[in-house]
């Protein structure tokens, strides 16, 4: 069974970097063709893909973010982090992790229960 | 900067057919963009019923379908029931430096 879970602050200050982590169960994050992405999704409003993450280390980026975001994984602990800097309002926000098999051919299959991010002073 | 536009809203009576679409700002969508959608209900987390055009998860309704239509992405709801009432996104993907680009969605009210 394949389970997702995100977490991190629920409150960030502007200015300051956010970390997320996602902890996996169910699969391994060093098999082949095994993929994590991050996607999120502010209040009322729509998905926005963020970073994804391949079980070789390749990595993928939003364009438009591609300069404040950096995606990590440890194996070892089934564990793939995000980091973003720069943290503004506008960037509070559901951030979900999600897997997948290639998220082209196979899409985002399994997706967490997401995490709220609010940034204010 | 790349934009994927959906209906902003549908609505469709019980029982009926829907047809929601999906388009690319940079033509045409191609099974190259490999299309998905994704449902989410109020207050839930989203999941993904359709993927790579038509390919649908074990978990996906026999009721839901994808396709591509007149140049467009579409998903289509034959027998809709109450339940189908979320709202649904569609995501293209193009290519590794671009990534993923998901649309404004769509609320579908039944």
């Not at chain 2, 963009?33 to 993927?51: A, D, M």
């Not at chain 2, 390919?55 to 839901?64: D, G, H």
């Amino acid at each position: 069974q394949i389970t997702l879970k995100e977490s991190g602050p629920t409150l960030v200050k502007p200015t300051q970097t956010l970390t997320l982590t996602c902890t996996v169960s169910g699969f391994s994050l060093s098999t082949t063709g095994v993929g994590v992405g991050w996607i999120r999704q502010p209040p009322g409003k729509a998905l926005e893909w963020l970073a994804l993450i391949y079980w070789d280390d390749d990595k993928r980026y939003s364009p438009s973010l591609r300069s404040r975001l950096t995606i990590a994984k440890d194996t070892s602990k089934k564990q793939v982090v995000l980091t973003m800097t720069n943290m503004d309002p506008v960037d509070t926000a559901t951030y979900y992790c999600a897997h997948t098999l290639g998220i082209a051919a196979a899409g985002l299959d399994y997706w967490g229960q997401g995490t709220l991010v609010a940034v204010s002073s | 900067q790349t934009v994927v536009t959906q209906e902003p809203s549908l609505t469709v009576s019980p029982g009926g057919t829907v047809t929601l679409t999906c388009a690319s700002s940079t033509g045409a969508v191609t099974t190259d963009y490999y299309p998905s959608w994704v449902q989410q209900k109020p207050g839930q987390s989203p999941r993904t019923l359709i993927y790579s055009t038509t390919n649908k998860n074990s978990w996906t309704p026999a009721r839901f379908s994808g396709s591509l239509l007149g140049g467009k992405a579409a998903l289509t709801l034959s027998g809709v029931q109450p339940e189908d009432e979320a709202d649904y996104y569609c995501m293209l993907y193009y290519g590794d430096v671009q990534g993923v680009v998901f649309g404004g969605g769509t609320k579908l009210t039944v």
